[in-house]
T-cell receptor, first 110, second 116 residues
Framework: GQQLNQSPQSMFIQEGEDVSMNCTSS?????WLWYKQDPGEGPVLLIA?????ELTSNGRLTAQFGITRKDSFLNISASIPSDVGIYFC??????????FGKGTKLSVKP | NAGVMQNPRHLVRRRGQEARLRCSPM?????VYWYRQLPEEGLKFMVYLQKENIIDESGMPKERFSAEFPKEGPSILRIQQVVRGDSAAYFC??????????????FGDGTRLSIL
């Protein structure tokens, strides 16, 4: 079946640092989405990508949809403490159902 | 402008009991998706419904699980004769148009089901 591989699994950030994470798939997706999930809450949509090669920004977040439609990256610039959480990539299946990666957990450096 | 509403937020059941999870989509949304999330995992698709119709239930376990989205009222995910392995967070998402409309799904805050 379709699978998304997300990396890194976890990372530590210091306030002000830039963060980068990515997602790859063996299958082509027509839509690629990035969500953030805080503990005890549902995923919140950050960025939606619809066209191969598309580069989209949302404030300090930037995401790109790979030209092959099999990968995407998410960058966070000048991180702040509230960026902590779990970031999920998701590809849209043929019926619109989402296939999720396992997430990248962002934590604050001790 | 309410988002996707799920209730209850937390549900505790004993093995063998039934669990009913409810989801009210965002206003104007007629497409509902249910997902299950185990700890430290991503969300896994279960079922996709439109009003009064199940469109795709390829992610639903064949036994004990059922879902509906009646003409009036919320969507219901029903788990009969629950077992410990059913313990998870169950999320509902809604969207306003069919998949080809490229409308992203918006999620509720989930129901955390615990089986004693």
């Amino acid at each position: 079946g379709q699978q998304l591989n997300q990396s890194p699994q976890s990372m530590f950030i210091q306030e002000g640092e830039d963060v980068s994470m990515n997602c790859t798939s063996s299958s082509i997706f027509n839509t690629w989405l990035w969500y953030k999930q805080d503990p005890g809450e549902g995923p919140v949509l950050l960025i939606a990508l619809y066209k191969a090669g598309e580069l989209t920004s949302n404030g300090r977040l930037t995401a790109q949809f790979g030209i092959t439609r099999k990968d995407s990256f998410l960058n966070i610039s000048a991180s702040i403490p509230s960026d902590v959480g779990i970031y999920f990539c998701a590809g849209s299946g043929s019926q619109g159902n989402l296939i999720f990666g396992k997430g990248t957990k962002l934590s604050v450096k001790p | 402008n309410a988002g996707v509403m799920q209730n209850p937020r937390h549900l505790v059941r004993r093995r063998g009991q039934e669990a009913r999870l409810r989801c009210s989509p965002m206003k104007g949304h007629s497409h509902v998706y249910w997902y299950r999330q185990l700890p430290e995992e991503g969300l896994k698709f279960m079922v996709y419904l439109q009003k009064e119709n199940i469109i795709d239930e390829s992610g639903m376990p064949k036994e004990r699980f059922s879902a509906e989205f009646p003409k009036e009222g919320p969507s219901i995910l029903r788990i009969q004769q629950v077992v410990r392995g059913d313990s998870a967070a169950y999320f509902c998402a809604s969207s306003p148009s069919p998949p080809r409309g490229n409308q992203p799904q918006h999620f509720g805050d989930g129901t955390r089901l615990s089986i004693l």
